[in-house]
């Protein structure tokens, strides 16, 4: 499964940006697909999860109440709006995927095998 992740750029704090995932010759059916991101000097944060089939989607505490995930069938596009955003949000966001992921919890990044090359989200004070 090839990832891309795009979108990404320079966002002013409490405004609103939206990054999509897409996936070339592979659909995500059957997979879960998670949004993750890397702070400068900080582990890579799980930030928001959902499973293809059911629809069921998981969230990390820092932004639950300001992103949302979402699919959408016909593109094979996962998306990420992320409203109110914050100058701690700024990273590097990855999509990844992985069909064995159940998103019962917070899950580790090492649960999945797939991973996209990543985009800048930069956001201003």
């Known amino acids: 499964v090839q990832l891309q992740a795009s979108g990404g750029g320079l966002v002013q704090a409490g405004g609103s940006l939206r990054i999509s995932c897409t996936t070339s010759?592979?659909?995500?059916?059957?997979?879960?697909v998670g949004w993750f991101r890397q702070r400068p000097g900080k582990e890579r944060e799980f930030v928001a999860g959902?499973?293809?089939?059911?629809?069921?989607?998981y969230y990390g505490s820092s932004v639950k109440g300001r992103f949302t995930i979402s699919k959408d069938s016909a593109e094979n596009t996962v998306y990420l709006q992320m409203n109110t955003v914050k100058p701690e949000d700024t990273a590097v966001y990855y999509c990844?995927?992985?069909?064995?992921?159940?998103?019962?919890?917070?899950?580790?990044?090492?649960?999945?095998?797939?991973w996209g090359q990543g985009t800048l989200v930069t956001v201003s004070s």
């Open positions: 990844a995927a992985d069909r064995n992921v159940i998103l019962s919890s917070i899950p580790s990044s090492r649960a999945y095998d797939h």
């Open positions: 010759g592979h659909a995500f059916r059957g997979y879960t």
């Open positions: 959902i499973r293809w089939n059911s629809g069921h989607i």
